[in-house]
């Protein structure tokens, strides 16, 4: 099996230097892009169906025809790779960056051209020490190479990258938060319309993509489209994706699979089943702001259509597993709290619903909670429903939430019948 | 008496290097914050006094940008941050129980500075490492897959 994003890093952990990268085919996407118009580009994109790998799935060749084009078009335009990477569950960036940077850089560069950016920039988690500085090698040496700078590889074109690295707060991660960021301010999101594609960073046309999304770049540019489809076992999308399994199964990490997978040979095959001991009880299918799925939903594919119609999202694609051992409502509580703690209190139902929810669960899970709190909290999740906030921060928070009080409802009604939670914590 | 200036000259030659490519200076604040933590470990009031000619912008407007991020920290830390990931991943697999030894050894809790200064204890989200899960940073390095008997030795390492 093809695993494009993966097969090419090495096994003892250090970064593929640009020798290395170009010897397993890398910057070919990037030549063949150069000798095409950019909206030759563009459109090859489109017909990968590659889709944002940063949680929604919005097809990617298409976000980027929104940006205005031409001689009329503004003549700055940026480029930006969200690796905020703060979604509780979630790491699989950090193996990109870590691994294979100049993948990352490649894709970037290919996007810039396809959209006429001159500028562009990596927004990566702060936490990422060692993924900064391994970018920072890269792009150094994609600079000393020609591929970054005037004129690159005799093109005619122009194109710079640079890296800012977050000082923390999930919030960033919201592509106009995001920009907030990079322009120094506080990270609150901005109001939609206008959209980055029209004007995003200080104004100007942008494209903000999630890293993993223009590593896959270089690859339909070398391949092509229909290389890219056949990678992939979901109507829906192309290529492969990565998947990924934290929580108590026998082999966490992150696997690079055909889009579309099951969620059983997610579980069973490639996270290698429950510990020994542990019983699934339920899964998060893409971080901490998707929807519970349970043991019933084994058998669904892991594609964004799926995962949708099973009441959940496939957002990142990294599963957390609640095992039989560890209390929902702490989850739950686990979960709400982190939200709580990263609203960016611009909206009031966000920032004064959250830390009620977290203080009512708090409240259940010490032995104190009154029955009529399970309404209060299904109220919550109605209250802060999408449309109803600023962002989506909120509305994510809640997926988790609703659907424990659907799935997990007996072990919240226990706690506060018993005044107290069962499960011991381990 | 000249007042004695707690952004050095080297940190401010630092920030001005920031400007370039940037529209206006105001683009750098949170970079700029970065520098002065770099330097002073910390961002005082006496700081953003000094901060404010510098970016062009009144100390109050940087204030509100250091109080909203996580790691501008706007009160004095120890020499070593120990941030600990209290989110989900590391909540199943045994986090309580990291907390619960780093605060016995430390004597501090969330917060806290230890009295000869040598480490600030602090929670932070998910550190993207959940694979290995539980986690934690000590100042840049990250310890993975922690056991409660391997803290001595972790912190042992930092003076
Ligand atoms: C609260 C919040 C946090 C987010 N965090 C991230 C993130 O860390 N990384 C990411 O790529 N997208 C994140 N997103 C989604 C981005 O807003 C945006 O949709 C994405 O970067 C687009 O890239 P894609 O089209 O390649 O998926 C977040 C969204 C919200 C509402
Ligand atoms: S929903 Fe929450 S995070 Fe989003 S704008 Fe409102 S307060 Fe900020
Ligand atoms: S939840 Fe602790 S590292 Fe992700």
Redesign the interface.
Known sequence: MERPLTQHMKSDGTALSLKEYEASGGYEGLRKALKMTPLEVMNLVKDSKLRGRGGAGFPTGMKWSFVPMGEDAPKQKYIVANGD???????K??LLVELNPHMLIEGMIISAYAIGAS?SYIFL??????GAKRIQVALDEAYQAGYLGKNIMGSGFDI?M?L???????ICGEETALLN???????NPRNKPPFPQVSGL?GKPTIVNNVETYCNVPHILAKGAEWYLSLSQSEGGGGTKLY?????VKN???YELPLGITLRELVEVHAGGMQDGYKLRGI?PGG?STDFLTPDHLDIKMDFEEVAKAGSRMGTG?I????DK?CPI??CL??EQ?FA??S?GWCTPCREGLPWTAKLLQGIEDGQGRPEDIDILSGQTRYMAPGNTFCALAPGAMEPLQSALKYFREDFEEHIHTHHCKYQ?? | MAKEQVISDEARKEIEGLFHHLPHKQAACIDALKVVQKYNRWVSDEALQELAPILEMSAHQIDSVATFYNIIFRKPVGRHVVFLCNSVSCYIMGYEEIYKALKDKLKIDFGGTTPDDRFTFLPIPCLGTCDHAPAMLVGEDLYRDLKPEQLDEILAKYE
Request: overall charge negative; glycine content about 12%; hydrophobic content about 35%.
């Open positions: 990477e703060m979604e509780p569950g979630t790491f960036d950090r500028m988690r702060w936490a990422y020490h060692l710079d640079d800012h690295t977050s000082v923390g707060r999930y960021a990079l322009e120094g301010k506080r990270a200080f990924g399994a934290s929580g108590r966490p990490g992150v998060l901490a990294l957390i597993v609640l095992d560890t702490g989850m686990n979960l982190f703690q990263e960016c914590h381990h």
